[in-house]
């Protein structure tokens, strides 16, 4: 595989985004080879669910678009991020049991904790921010036939 690859999608702040972000997500890195019905796949889902949700949700319509990256570094760290010009970053909030919302940052850093990786909320220089998620490449290796080749 390349020493860098990279996937961009944006979309409308709109909550029919956030199965988008999730589809391209999972199907981008379905192309680099992590397949679908892993249990990293199934917490990046979540993750972006609950990144693009976020986008969604907590720009306030002064967001009118966010970006999802997907980077794969040296087979080796992958990072997923997603970017909206909101200024205000995101606050912890205390989440009482009855309340539905506030746990989202919180589900997101115990996934790539879990998944062995780390969370980063950076500013961008529009003013807006990126929260994303820093992983290890984990991609099961493809089995190797009798014949010495690994299949496809």
Known sequence: MADHL???VTLPSDPAS?????????GTLAEWGLPADTEVSDSIRLIVSELATNAVQHTFGQSPT?????????DEHLRIGVTDSHPRFPRRLPAAVQQDNGRGLVIIRWLAAECGGR??????????????????????????????????
């Open 18 to 26: 956030v199965s988008a972000a999730r589809a391209y997500v999972v």
């Open 66 to 74: 966010f970006t999802v990256d997907v980077a794969l570094d040296r």
């Open 119 to 152: 969370l980063r909320i950076r500013p961008t220089r529009e003013g807006g921010k990126t929260i994303s998620i820093e992983l290890p490449w984990t991609v099961p290796a493809r089995p190797v036939t009798a014949a010495g080749q690994q299949e496809p």
């Open 6 to 8: 990279e996937a961009s």
